[in-house]
């Protein structure tokens, strides 16, 4: 059973930062691509950053030089780093996971709960 626990969500003022983590258990970590995703209220959900099982990356234009995707497999944990954030960027943040890198396709077989970031002007 492959479990992804998200973190590090929060309030913060525009120009922020914050740094996401999300904790994986039950499967071979480092085998697998992984991704960060966000979906606003009345929204789909938007991939962010995608990191495959090598650790290239790939990154949404509106993110792109503010956000920082990577993993540590020796704590089979996921990172986003945040910057400059933006009212804009605010959202549920969810990690994802599969053995096949989607990309910023949201085709992810297992997806954590959320975590909430909110960015005030």
């Known amino acids: 059973q492959v479990q992804l626990v998200e973190s590090g969500g929060g309030s913060v003022q525009s120009g922020g930062s914050l740094r996401l983590s999300c904790a994986a258990s039950?499967?071979?970590?480092?085998?697998?691509?992984l991704a960060w995703f966000r979906q606003a209220p009345g929204q789909e959900r938007e991939g962010v950053a995608a990191?495959?099982?090598?650790?290239?990356?790939t990154y949404a234009d509106s993110v792109k030089g503010r956000f920082t995707i990577s993993r540590d497999n020796a704590k089979n944990t996921l990172y986003l780093q945040m910057n400059s954030l933006k009212p804009e960027d605010t959202a549920r943040y969810f990690c994802?996971?599969?053995?096949?890198?989607?990309?910023?396709?949201?085709?992810?077989?297992?997806w954590g709960q959320g975590t909430q970031v909110t960015v005030s002007s």
């Open positions: 994802a996971a599969d053995r096949i890198s989607y990309l910023l396709l949201p085709r992810y077989n297992y």
């Open positions: 039950g499967y071979a970590y480092s085998a697998y691509s």
């Open positions: 990191i495959d099982f090598i650790g290239r990356t």
